[in-house]
C-alpha cells in the first residue's frame, strides 16, 4: 500500500457491450474498495467553480502531492497538513473520509470546522465538508449499475450521510470536545483548525480514537494557534 504508481482511470468505451461495461464498472468498483487512490482515480467528481465550461471533473489524482498523502493517511492515525489554496486538500481528506464510510462497517467519521455550519456547507456548490463529500456522492459515476441507492444505501441529512446497510456514518459537528468526548469516533478531520479557538480540547478529547486504532487529520494554514503547535509537535495534550 506504499507504492505511489497512478491508478488508471475507470475508462468504458462505446465500443463494449454493456454486459461488459457492467462487469468492468463492477470490478473497478471492487478495486476502489480496496485502494482509495482507485476510487479517487475512477469514481470521484469534483467543483471547479473558477472553470466557466467544465466546473464538474474528474478528481485531479495525477498531481504530485495527491498519492503520497494518500498513503501518508493509510498508514498513519495522526496527520497535520499545511495547505495552501487549490491544492485540493480539503477535497481530498473528504473524500477518504467518504470513502471509510461508503466501503466499511461500523464507522463513525467526524468532520469538524470551526461552526456547524461550516462543517456542512453546501452539496450543490461542492462547499464545506460535509457538502463536498455528498456532491461527491452524487456524482458517483454508474451508481445504479453499481447498485447504490439513495435511500436504501446511503440517506442523506442535513448534518449527516448515513450508510444503513454497513451501520457507517459521515457527521458534520462544530469545533469544541464535547460531541468527539460523547461518541467513539473512528476517524476525525478538522478542516481549518488554525480557525478553531477549542483545537487543543477536541484533539485531546480525539486521543481515544487516534489511539484506539482511529484517524485523525488537521488541516491548516496558518502558522498560530494549538492547530500549530500540534504541526510543530508542541502540543502535549495527555500523550
Not at 42 to 65: E, M, S, Y
Request: charged letters at 20%; glycine letters at 6%; proline letters at 6%.
Amino acid at each position: 500500500m506504499t507504492s505511489c504508481l497512478l491508478p488508471r482511470p475507470c475508462q468504458l468505451t462505446s465500443q463494449l457491450t454493456p454486459r461488459t461495461r457492467q462487469l468492468r464498472l463492477r470490478a473497478r468498483w471492487e478495486q476502489a474498495r480496496r485502494d482509495p487512490a482507485v476510487f479517487l482515480a475512477g469514481f470521484v467528481f469534483t467543483l471547479d467553480q473558477h472553470d466557466r465550461d467544465h466546473p464538474i471533473k474528474q478528481f485531479p489524482i495525477a498531481r504530485p502531492h495527491i498519492i503520497p498523502l494518500v498513503r501518508l493517511w493509510q498508514g498513519n492515525p495522526l496527520l497535520s497538513v499545511r495547505k495552501s489554496r487549490q491544492m485540493l486538500c480539503t477535497w481530498l481528506f473528504c473524500l477518504l473520509a467518504l470513502w471509510d464510510c461508503l466501503f466499511h462497517d461500523g464507522r463513525l467519521v467526524m468532520l469538524q470546522s470551526k461552526r456547524a455550519d461550516d462543517a456542512i456547507g453546501d452539496e450543490v456548490a461542492g462547499d464545506g465538508p460535509l457538502g463536498r463529500a455528498k456532491f461527491a456522492l452524487n456524482n458517483i459515476p454508474g451508481k445504479a449499475s453499481l447498485g447504490l441507492v439513495e435511500g436504501r444505501d446511503y440517506i442523506k441529512l442535513h448534518n449527516q450521510v448515513r450508510f444503513p446497510t454497513r451501520s457507517s456514518t459521515l457527521w458534520a459537528i462544530p469545533q469544541g470536545a464535547n460531541i468527539i468526548r460523547q461518541r467513539t469516533a473512528s476517524g476525525i478531520l478538522s478542516d481549518e483548525s488554525h480557525f478553531q479557538d477549542e483545537f487543543a480540547d477536541a484533539y485531546t478529547a480525539a486521543l481515544p480514537c487516534i489511539r484506539g486504532g482511529g484517524w485523525f487529520v488537521s488541516l491548516s494554514t496558518a502558522h498560530v494557534g494549538a492547530a500549530n503547535d500540534l504541526h510543530e509537535d508542541n502540543l502535549h495534550a495527555d500523550r
